[in-house]
T-cell receptor, first 112, second 113 residues
Framework: KQEVTQIPAALSVPEGENLVLNCSFT??????LQWFRQDPGKGLTSLLL?????REQTSGRLNASLDKSSGRSTLYIAASQPGDSATYLCAVLTSGTYKYIFGTGTRLKVLA | NAGVTQTPKFQVLKTGQSMTLQCAQDMNHNSMYWYRQDPGMGLRLIYY???????DKGEVPNGYNVSRLNKREFSLRLESAAPSQTSVYFCASSERGGENIQYFGAGTRLSVL
């Protein structure tokens, strides 16, 4: 059974820092992996989708990498800003299923 | 475009009452999903609809029923609400299953007393 873990659960950094959020999964037979952002009281917004054949995806200050063999993905945020404060979730789609399995998220606070 | 619209935004029920959560998307997506989000549990899939006329159970379907009314609308029904169903419910859609980005609604916050 696929399990997705995100560590740390919470992170507080000063503005301007580069930071890395981690996501690990137990079954490496994945179809793709998505990173989402969730603001308090809101729904989820997809940030990046990495197909299993890809090693990384970039969007603006965000870069997500995928290492299937080790069951890991990282979300790199460059030059963090207070507006980046949110909860970041990763979700894994295991091959042969339609069900995304979500991690419990990392709650990020960027201090001005 | 409104994207994915969920109604209501908030609801309080008494144990045993029934209600239907509504979801509609205007992106002409084929696949729609219902999730629940609980503290410390992450999002869990309740039901999934790959296309109009089809539905499948997710991880936690017990106590729920769904209807894919047409391509746009996917409703979630609680027949006899229980306190364990207190949660935040999210509807999502994607163009075609898990291959594509999922778009989420703003959620329905449900309390069952």
């Amino acid at each position: 059974k696929q399990e997705v873990t995100q560590i740390p659960a919470a992170l507080s950094v000063p503005e301007g820092e580069n930071l890395v959020l981690n996501c690990s999964f137990t079954d490496s037979a994945i179809y793709n992996l998505q990173w989402f952002r969730q603001d308090p009281g809101k729904g989820l917004t997809s940030l990046l989708l990495i197909q299993s054949s890809q090693r990384e995806q970039t969007s603006g200050r965000l870069n997500a990498s995928l290492d299937k063999s080790s069951g890991r993905s990282t979300l790199y945020i460059a030059a963090s800003q207070p507006g980046d404060s949110a909860t970041y979730l990763c979700a894994v789609l295991t091959s042969g299923t339609y069900k995304y399995i979500f991690g419990t998220g990392t709650r990020l606070k960027v201090l001005a | 475009n409104a994207g994915v619209t969920q109604t209501p935004k908030f609801q309080v029920l008494k144990t045993g009452q029934s209600m239907t959560l509504q979801c509609a998307q205007d992106m002409n997506h084929n696949s729609m999903y219902w999730y629940r989000q609980d503290p410390g549990m992450g999002l869990r899939l309740i039901y999934y609809s790959a296309s109009e006329g089809t539905t499948d159970k997710g991880e936690v379907p017990n106590g729920y029923n769904v209807s894919r009314l047409n391509k746009r609308e996917f409703s979630l029904r609680l027949e006899s609400a229980a306190p364990s169903q207190t949660s935040v419910y999210f509807c999502a859609s994607s163009e075609r299953g898990g291959e594509n980005i999922q778009y989420f609604g703003a959620g329905t916050r449900l309390s069952v007393l």
